[in-house]
């Protein structure tokens, strides 16, 4: 039985992870009480311009230990999304339990002007979540269902 099990639901909901902070900015936080994501900021000696359709690796100064079972999925922010046309390449990215190094942000400039990142600007959002790990079972058929094999727009436009 993994340490992971043995934690009561409270505890699992609420948990404590190790991180080391080499930016000069503070740890990451919750901005509302039922936010599911934190706040990211990037760690800059040098402001960074991203020309339209560029991306760039932008560095945050921490590193995480996270619990095995667990990952830390990286994702866009929305007002930067929206005002600014800034997302993140491989969104949602996965930072893995085993990673130790530094946590980078893969941001793009989806917009059709220059957008530069300061340092401590809020860059992404890290959310938390639990993963299962797939033991597979080769069979020759799957169950049916209603849906089948539909795939994009199966259901219409309406």
Known sequence: MSKLSKLSKEERL?????IVNRSRHPLPEYATLFAAGMDLRANLEQPIT????ERSLVPTGLYI???EGYEAQIRPRSGLAIKHGISIVNAPGTID???????GVILVNLSNQDFTVHDGERI???VI???ARVEWEPVDALDETERG???FG?????
Do not use: S, V
């Not at 609420?14 to 190790?18: A, G, H, N, S």
């Open 14 to 18: 609420k948990m404590k992870i190790k």
């Open 129 to 131: 979540a639990q993963h």
């Open 124 to 126: 992404c959002q890290m």
């Open 149 to 151: 094999a539909g795939g």
């Open 97 to 103: 339990a085993d990673y130790r190094g530094e946590i």
């Open 154 to 158: 199966h259901t219409g436009k309406q």
């Open 65 to 67: 230990q996270l619990p």
């Open 50 to 53: 991203l020309k339209p359709l």
